[in-house]
């Protein structure tokens, strides 16, 4: 909270912060949308900024070659917070309705996921063979 009242959400990443830039660029990061909203319905508190903040393993001190990332303005981290709520509406939606659900996530984190079971995006993308989701 700084000294205007305003909330700001921080996920300190002791990984570098690569992969959630290149997320955040290309408008696929769902991590600090999901944080905003359940924090923002849950504590009737108003984010104003969600952002990853690079920290030293060891240290916990901020890591020089990795500041932040941040999700944008405001009202950029609201318009994306607003989306991701739509789509998780919508799956819900889809799930009471018996549709069959989409395989989400990245295949790179699918070998060690303990939920490839429910998910099977590794299965669906192997055209659904029987050796789809073996760790090699």
Partial sequence: ENSEGALALIDYKTNGL???????????????????NLIEQSQSAQIEDALYVGVEKNTG???PQNPQVSLGTSAELHAKARQLRAQVNEVFAQMCAGEPLRALGELSACLYCDYRAVCRKDYVL???????????
């Fill in 126 to 136: 192997n055209g659904g063979s029987k050796d789809a989701g073996v760790a090699q």
């Fill in 61 to 63: 001190k901020p890591n």
């Fill in 18 to 36: 690569s992969k959630h830039k290149k997320q955040v660029v290309n408008d696929e990061d769902v991590q600090l949308a999901f944080y905003v």
